[in-house]
């Protein structure tokens, strides 16, 4: 199984500020299947990010992924108050996705 | 409107079992690999189980194996969870969320990501 590991856990930022999100892998991932999603309290997770760098259907341009292998990045390029949430990677290892793993989150917080 | 809307969460005791559904409408859910996700109080997120567009296939989290069943209906757009032996760990809001499949045209690969999600439904396992 291969554990997704996010950092830091907390990032504390200001609005207008850029944002570093890291998610690292105990073993390399397949094809970059691997996803990115932001979930505020309360709410369900939304889709920011697949196949490691392309953005979902409505997401702005401010969230870019990327990365390959065993690391990978989400990087927001201007926080916007709506922004600060928590963000998980998830991989899912083949195509069509059979078994997955979330990582542990990372809490973008308002400083 | 693209939907999904879970059901049949519940207070049930260590040992229990319960049956949630997923209520899809708005696209055409036969087409689409299923997925149950569920969120402990104050943790993150935990992938649960998978199914394939017409059943055949099913995957586990290892922590529920035998004990767990996912299943779907195509004829009423609707997915399921039978959840028996039920542990105080399985304590968690549970979403129903769909798999999206999207093509790379250059290098020939589907990607997927989970693009539509239920609002949850809660799950309670205790004395």
């Known amino acids: 199984e291969i554990v997704l590991t996010q950092s830091p856990g907390t990032l504390s930022l200001s609005p207008g500020e850029r944002a570093t999100l890291s998610c690292r892998a105990s073993q390399s991932v397949s094809s970059s299947y691997l996803a990115w999603y932001q979930q505020k309290p309360g709410q369900a997770p939304r889709l920011l990010i697949y196949g490691a760098s392309s953005r979902a259907t409505g997401i702005p341009d401010r969230f870019s992924g990327s990365g390959s292998g065993t690391d990978f990045t989400l990087t927001i390029s201007r926080l916007e108050p709506e922004d600060f949430a928590v963000y998980y990677c998830q991989q899912y290892g083949s195509s069509p996705p059979r078994s997955l793993t979330f990582g542990g989150g990372t809490k973008v917080e308002i400083k | 409107e693209v939907q999904l809307v879970e059901s049949g969460g519940g207070l049930v005791q260590p040992g229990g079992s319960l049956r949630l559904s997923c209520a899809a409408s708005?696209?055409?859910?036969?087409?689409?690999?299923m997925s149950w996700v569920r969120q402990a109080p104050g943790k993150g997120l935990e992938w649960v189980a998978n199914i394939k567009q017409d059943g055949s296939e099913k995957y586990y989290v290892d922590s529920v194996k035998g004990r767990f069943t996912i299943s779907r209906d195509n004829a009423k757009n609707s997915l399921y969870l039978q959840m028996n032996s039920l542990r105080a760990e399985d304590t968690a809001v549970y979403y129903c969320?769909?798999?999206?499949?999207?093509?790379?045209?250059?290098?020939?690969?589907?990607?997927?990501?989970?693009?539509?999600w239920g609002q949850g439904t809660t799950v309670t396992v205790s004395s």
């Open positions: 708005g696209f055409t859910f036969s087409s689409y690999w």
């Open positions: 969320a769909r798999f999206k499949a999207y093509e790379d045209l250059e290098l020939l690969v589907y990607y997927y990501g989970m693009d539509v």
